[in-house]
DNA sequence: CAGCTATTGATATATTTTTCACAATAATTC
DNA sequence: GAATTATTGTGAAAAATATATCAATAGCTG
């Protein structure tokens, strides 16, 4: 079976789309309806589910609620998945107060940080020392962190999660990281973003073919 | 040519990679210690040389210095350029207050939100009221915006900064937007991006192959 | 300075990803 | 309820992307 990251980076959108579609009444979309939503063709719709083996009804379409169910399935988002945060800067104190993860089965339960000054141990997301990053982890049994700390300490730190038992890093430091072998890691780097965004606005200005770009 | 996405975002970080070995001392590298260094093979790192022309030395391979000049010229970052945020909740005040930019010749300059007790119009980098977006933009000639309102806010605010001139869009709100003629939009979705996680840390609980993912 | 060696740069090959095309078929119409 | 139509599901084709190969050659060695 050829499913790869993207084809689940599409799954994700898909269910978001649908969210979409299902506040706009809608009770069964068809592949085109989902393609529009998603900014993708029907055949990459159709072909996505036929991979995970997702199946409507010909000439039927697909039913949003059991399309939103069976995706859901798929990413494991049927159960609650604890995420930790480390390096509680600007970005991991963002992301510790963001809301709107929740509904969708991820909740941020413990941020740590090396620094005393930022210590909550009392707080309902509780923000830890480092030391007992361990010891929280194994006992909570979490398995994702988001690692949000300078990029010195970036590989340092990764290397202290894995220690842990976290198998997936969402990685913020602007340093690629590599995952180990049972290690899933991926980088989101705010500067390489900007710089494609800058890149592709100056050769526009060059009048050169307009582009669109996706996130993958 | 066939010069897309992705080769873009390499070349950003050969440029990361090529900072951090100027710091370990190199003066010149290999095709083979830059793609070591990017996490790529070395083939790619030619192939993606060679489609904006650089060229290194037979045997010789590429001096650092000229080699990250160079690639800061096609990336256009040989200038400043200025970047607004939308936004001044979680995610927004965080960007605007992230340090790590300037080096790299991007500057956040405004932000801008709808709720008045947010505006701080005296600050270095001010924050102020979204009606006054599209003069500050025109005035200042700013071509990168940073989207991060809420998701039933961010389509309505996209055609704001796109009817002030901006040409390029960090979206940070959890839809997918979609960049109009002339726009190019990223799209950075934090939820995607942790199921994403989530599913490949669950992949591999049920012992399927190893996998590590790069972002783009 | 002739021969050797390692590396680029370019072309060819392989792989991955997307799109196309259409038979199978479920809903709709008459 | 037969005929028609729209949509799925999938195998084949095409396009895009990445890797491997190798001649050309710059630098190194003795």
Redesign the interface.
Known sequence: MVMN?KC??RL??YK??LK?LKALGFVKVFSGNLADA??VTSSQVRKDFSLFGITGNRRGGYKVDELVLRIRE????NEI?K?VIIGIG??G???L??K??ET?G?RIVAGFDIDPSRYQPERPVPILPLDEFRSYVESNEI??GILAV??VAAHHVSEIMIAAGI????NFA???L??A??????????????????????V??KSVP???????
């Open positions: 990251r689940i980076l994700s959108r978001n789309a979409r998603a900014g798929i990413l494991g988002k998945h995420v600007n970005i104190n963002a992301l107060r963001y709107g993860f969708g991820i398995k994702i300078p990029d198998k997936g890093i969402l602007p340093i690629q590599r995952g072998d049972d290690v899933v890691i991926s980088n989101i780097n705010l500067e390489v973003e900007l710089e494609n965004l800058i890149y592709f606005v100056n526009a200005d307009a582009l669109v770009t996706e996130d993958d």
